[in-house]
């Protein structure tokens, strides 16, 4: 008698929170590839680098105040000193390696998500469950590629929800295997963490408030809750995906993911930035700077600009479906909005951290010029994304010279990677504010080093750097 040929999927009849539990318990350390974590290790910097110049930020002496009340001290380290739970702990660092909007992206169609977003979370779960710096390592990977594979199948921006979603999977996944629960509790966090944590897309609609930076914290937070939860023995829907009324109701297809691959090299696939901006906004940037330094004329000389971009980038930043962008007033009204990118990056040559101030985004000067800058939707562009970002910048000077550039990529682009050395140098501008030359050439090293020694080799020095700006500065940027 002839034998059936089953489908993966019938021969598989483990629910999908089953799956990727089983993915995350059975990683291993031989599943990252020495040029893997060559890579994780670039990112991980960075990471560190973004953090610590989020520091200054206000809202984060209010969440400080805010542990104070609500929670006596804990054993997890706050970059920039002190100690608090682990949930507290992935809030606030967290939130600190997305302040300064210049952390790195997996790029999909129907949308995006920042796998640096579980830094904060997987640090964490592995600084209270006593981990090394090589388990760290590998659950940082698992969280990386979680995130990104859900990332790859589902539009989930395109259809109205936020990528703090996937986030909570791929969090309480990484801080689940950190705690060392059995697949199936891993599962049970992961299905916990993520029924209540469905994010919308409405967080990027303007008026942008300073809750779409400090959302995927809260949804890391909620995630070392919910793998402690888990260690203790509380269930979650195991139908979180399948239904009924699971997530592939809720996308209207299905999610089909290969969770028996157990590769850990999607890191590859991940995309860095050089200036304080919005993804879309870096090739952007990059075409004005170089305009202006080659053309030599002045931000007083120009008449007007037009930017043609994808439409991902139109929408988000240029006045697209998420609202105008004529009157920005916030910092996290200026890191999302084109106009004023552009109008900061001919004023001061620069898209850092102090172009991201408040007094910098309502200033005068940046408010005209922004009024003369006119963003357009551009079907060419939009075919390339994701695989190509790409803009049009083209300058009229008010005496009528034109300069035009297409930019096809960008510095930190999946054809143009940032290397170790020049995240290096981004760390430094980053952070000198906050660490002086010897605490930063220590963290870099430790970094190096992270798979060798212990994850407190790391902390200790992370606990040392200053909370707020002591040291001088001089570094101009990684233009």
């Given at each position: 008698m002839p034998q059936l040929m089953l489908t993966p999927q019938e021969v598989d009849v483990r629910s999908a929170v089953d799956r990727i539990a089983a993915f995350a318990a059975s990683a291993r350390p031989g599943h990252l590839r020495s040029d893997i974590r060559q890579l994780f290790k670039r990112n991980i910097l960075d990471s560190l680098g973004c953090a610590i110049a989020g520091l200054q930020g206000r809202p984060f002496q209010a969440l400080r105040e805010q542990f104070e009340e609500y929670r006596a001290p804990g054993r997890c380290?706050?970059?920039g000193g002190g100690k608090t739970s682990a949930d507290q702990a992935a809030l606030f660092n967290s939130s600190l390696v997305r302040y300064v909007d210049l952390l790195d992206s997996y790029m999909a169609v129907g949308g995006l998500c920042h796998p640096s977003d579980n830094f904060g979370t997987i640090l964490a779960a592995a600084e209270q469950a006593g981990a090394s710096g090589e388990e760290f390592m590998l659950s940082l990977a698992v969280a990386y590629e979680i995130q990104c594979r859900f990332t790859a199948v589902v539009p989930v921006m395109a259809t109205g929800f936020n990528h703090a979603t996937q986030l909570a999977i791929s969090a309480a996944a990484g801080a689940g295997k950190l705690f060392g629960l059995s697949s199936g509790d891993i599962a049970n966090a992961i299905a916990i963490?993520?029924?209540?944590?469905v994010?919308?897309?409405?967080?990027?609609?303007?008026?942008?408030?300073q809750w779409k930076g400090f959302s995927p914290g809260m949804t890391g937070m909620r995630a070392v809750y919910a793998a402690s939860l888990a260690k203790r023995g509380f269930t979650g829907p195991k139908g979180l995906f399948e239904g009924p009324y699971g997530l592939e109701l809720m996308f209207a297809q299905p999610i089909s993911v290969d969770w028996e691959n157990p590769s850990l090299d999607v890191v590859t696939q991940t995309v860095m930035k050089k200036y304080c901006s919005l993804i879309h906004?870096?090739?952007?940037?990059?075409?004005?700077l170089d305009l202006k330094s080659r053309n030599g004329f002045t931000a007083a000389d120009v008449e007007n600009v037009r930017c043609d971009v994808f439409q991902g980038a139109f929408d988000f930043a240029g006045g697209g479906s998420f609202g105008s962008k004529e009157h920005p007033q916030l910092k996290e009204q200026g890191d999302y909005n084109l106009k004023y990118l552009i109008a900061a990056a001919l004023l001061d040559d620069q898209l850092g951290p102090a172009q991201l101030e408040e007094a910098r985004v309502k200033a005068p000067d940046a408010q005209a010029l922004m009024m003369r800058v006119d963003i357009r939707p551009d079907e060419r562009f939009s075919a390339r994304y994701p695989h190509e970002l790409s803009a049009r910048v083209t300058i009229r000077t008010r005496d009528q010279r034109v300069f035009a550039k297409e930019q096809n990529g960008y510095e930190g682009g999946l054809t143009n990677p940032m290397s170790w050395e020049r995240t290096v140098e981004k760390f430094h501008w980053l952070t000198e504010a906050f660490a002086d030359e010897e605490l930063r050439k220590a963290l870099i090293g430790a970094v190096q080093q992270l798979d060798k020694s212990k994850l407190s080799d790391l902390t200790d020095l992370l606990a040392q750097v200053q909370p707020t700006a002591v040291f001088p500065t001089k570094h101009p940027g990684i233009q």
């Open positions: 380290t706050l970059i963490a993520t029924v209540d944590n994010s919308l897309a409405c967080v990027h609609a303007e008026p942008v408030s906004g870096q090739p952007v940037l990059e075409a004005v």
